[in-house]
């Protein structure tokens, strides 16, 4: 709730694992943008020990999928009139289709211009996918 006090409208993106936050940053280019956004990170966390929050003054279009497949232990928070009025908690998608890059380089996904890139959900804990033409294992921590 501390974390909240300031905002009185926007996203909460909380309960990130420590060190994810940042990537989540980037991934939705929050660096870029011209309205007050913020990125805490080891904020202490009852739940998890240690956590990243991002917070984000302003209602912006957040593709849900993707941070699931970022990190899914996050919960989004929509806060209007400085009140939490809705509380999304994500799942990673057993599947993905263009958002994720194959990293095989003779993958057709590679090669070919007009492949849309697609991966399935091989672990849940590792958060792991493999591509769907050649079996490339994507993983973000590698
Ligand atoms: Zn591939």
Redesign the pocket.
């Known amino acids: 709730m501390l974390y909240i006090d300031s905002i009185s409208k926007g996203i909460v993106i909380d309960h990130i694992s420590p060190g994810r936050g940042f990537r989540i940053f980037q991934y939705l280019e929050l660096d870029k943008s011209d309205f007050t956004v913020a990125l805490i990170m080891n904020a202490p966390s009852k739940k998890q020990g240690r956590k990243d929050v991002i917070k984000i003054e302003n209602n912006i279009d957040l593709d849900l999928r993707v941070l699931g497949i970022i990190d899914p232990t996050v919960t989004v928070n929509i806060i209007r009139n400085e009140k939490i009025v809705e509380k999304i908690k994500l799942s990673p998608p057993e599947k993905v289709e263009g958002v994720i890059k ?3 380089p003779r ?4 090669t070919e211009k007009n492949v849309t ?1 697609s991966f399935s959900l091989l672990d849940k804990e590792e958060l792991s996918y493999k ?6 294992i994507f993983n973000w921590e590698v």
């Open positions: 194959c990293k095989n993958c057709v996904t590679s890139q591509c769907d033409y050649c079996d490339h």
